[in-house]
């Protein structure tokens, strides 16, 4: 039912001169640990990047690595190239940078979208929405083109245009660290300390 995808490219996708998904905690990278969870509950797990070469000889050959059709839009290049080839009929985005999502909070957020009026269900955290960790459909592609064309490649203008569920309660044992993102090198030592005082477990 689930197509997992990692969004893994542009300028920012560095910290300390390493991408974000190859960053270590402890002795696996995000990205180990993003395939890992990932692969829980997807049908397909796709990567979408600007330099397959750099993820290929680190993904088993099940993984699909593809590249944006739309250069140079951001984020927006790679939803549109993950809507568009997605097999599933859910698409779960994760950002390069979040060593720490959920496939029982994916899991959660599809069996409440329920209703085929949605685009999409989306976390909100302490009131702020979270589309890198949310589930969209096939049918926010059409709004995402749409912005496209128009040159507006912003996330709050996509929140407005699609119709999506806010998830915002949220079962006990779902840790709402889940949307935490690797951002600065002071976001990757929180990270690392989680990871190192067990308050986290990539194993899990």
């Given at each position: 039912?689930?197509?997992?995808?990692?969004?893994?490219g542009?300028?920012?996708?560095?910290?300390?001169?390493?991408?974000?998904s190859?960053?270590?905690?402890?002795?696996?990278?995000?990205?180990?640990?993003?395939?890992?969870?990932?692969?829980?509950?997807?049908?397909?797990?796709?990567?979408?990047?600007?330099?397959?070469?750099?993820?290929?000889?680190?993904?088993?050959?099940?993984?699909?690595?593809?590249?944006?059709?739309?250069?140079?839009?951001?984020?927006?290049?790679?939803?549109?190239?993950?809507?568009?080839?997605?097999?599933?009929?859910?698409?779960?985005?994760?950002?390069?940078?979040?060593?720490?999502?959920?496939?029982?909070?994916?899991?959660?957020?599809?069996?409440?979208?329920?209703?085929?009026?949605?685009?999409?269900?989306?976390?909100?955290?302490?009131?702020?929405?979270?589309?890198?960790?949310?589930?969209?459909?096939?049918?926010?592609?059409?709004?995402?083109?749409?912005?496209?064309k128009?040159?507006?490649?912003?996330?709050?203008?996509?929140?407005?245009?699609?119709?999506?569920?806010?998830?915002?309660d949220?079962?006990?044992?779902?840790?709402?660290?889940?949307?935490?993102?690797?951002?600065?090198k002071?976001?990757?030592?929180?990270?690392?300390?989680?990871?190192?005082?067990?308050?986290?477990?990539?194993?899990?």
């Open positions: 039912m689930i197509t997992g995808v990692i969004l893994a542009g300028k920012k996708d560095f910290i300390n001169g390493t991408r974000k190859f960053l270590q905690l402890n002795d696996r990278t995000v990205l180990d640990y993003q395939l890992k969870e990932l692969g829980k509950v997807s049908r397909e797990v796709m990567i979408v990047t600007d330099d397959p070469r750099a993820f290929l000889p680190n993904v088993p050959p099940t993984v699909r690595i593809i590249t944006d059709f739309y250069k140079n839009i951001g984020v927006f290049g790679g939803m549109h190239a993950a809507f568009s080839l997605a097999k599933a009929p859910y698409i779960w985005l994760a950002g390069s940078g979040m060593p720490f999502i959920s496939s029982s909070a994916a899991e959660y957020m599809v069996n409440q979208l329920g209703s085929e009026r949605y685009e999409g269900a989306i976390p909100v955290i302490d009131g702020n929405p979270y589309p890198l960790h949310g589930i969209y459909t096939q049918k926010a592609l059409l709004s995402l083109n749409q912005l496209i128009k040159g507006d490649f912003s996330m709050a203008s996509f929140l407005k245009k699609i119709t999506w569920l806010p998830i915002r949220w079962p006990e044992d779902i840790s709402k660290k889940f949307v935490f993102s690797i951002q600065t002071a976001d990757y030592e929180t990270a690392k300390s989680e990871i190192s005082t067990n308050k986290i477990s990539l194993l899990g």
